[in-house]
Each structure stands twice: as C-alpha cells, then as structure tokens.
C-alpha cells in the first residue's frame, strides 16, 4: 500500500492559483509515477497530470497546460501541483495517484481535495 494524502485545496477567486500537495509516509515516491486527476460532479474523472519522480518528466494535459505545473521534492517526498490562472471549469476534487514504473494502471490514490473557484 502507498498512503497518498493530498493537502491544498481551497476556495479561490477565478484568475488566482493554488498549490496541491501530495505526500506519503513510510515509503518513497521515487518508487513510482504519481498523477493528479480530477472530477466534477456529474463528470468523469479525468488526467490531469503526471511526472516520472526519478527523472522529473512530466505529461499535462492540454486542457490545463501553460496553466498548471506539476514538480516534485524529493527530499520532501511530495509531488505537487501548481495552479494558476484558474477557471470556473477547473472546479474538481483533484485526486493524487501513483502507480509502479511498468504498470499500466494507477493503482494507489488519495481521498481527494476539493478545489472550488468562485467567479
């Protein structure tokens, strides 16, 4: 098991930034490929992020690119999402997950932070 726990969330005006957190205890997330989803209410989950811990490449999808950066601390043992500019639209819980290099799916996820942007 990977206990994910993401921390940041908040209530934003739309056009301010946040920073999403995520961190686990008792093991390394060097160890995996950790991603940041998200879902409305009454939409599917979606991708949203990913970084390779060990080498710091990262994939974000078009819909929040030149928006959102994802990084990562390793001597925190955090992965974290940086927010800006954002939308009404970007209103989610955002979702830390991980999963082991050569696996295919996420397997380990956190319980989620709500992010709200008010317009």
């Known amino acids: 098991q990977v206990p994910l726990v993401e921390s940041g969330g908040g209530l934003v005006q739309a056009g301010g930034s946040l920073r999403l957190s995520c961190g686990t205890s008792?093991?390394?997330?060097?160890?995996?490929?950790v991603g940041w989803f998200r879902q409305a209410p009454g939409k599917e989950r979606e991708f949203v992020a990913a970084i390779n811990v060990v080498s710091g490449s990262t994939n974000v999808a078009d819909s929040v690119r030149g928006r959102f950066t994802i990084s990562r601390d390793n001597p925190k043992n955090t992965v974290y999402l940086q927010m800006y500019s954002l939308k009404p639209e970007d209103q989610a819980v955002y979702y830390c997950?991980?999963?082991?290099?050569?696996?295919?799916?996420?397997?380990?996820w956190g319980q989620g932070t709500q992010v709200t942007v008010s317009s």
């Open positions: 008792g093991r390394t997330l060097s160890s995996y490929f």
């Open positions: 997950a991980a999963r082991s290099y050569g696996e295919n799916s996420w397997k380990y």
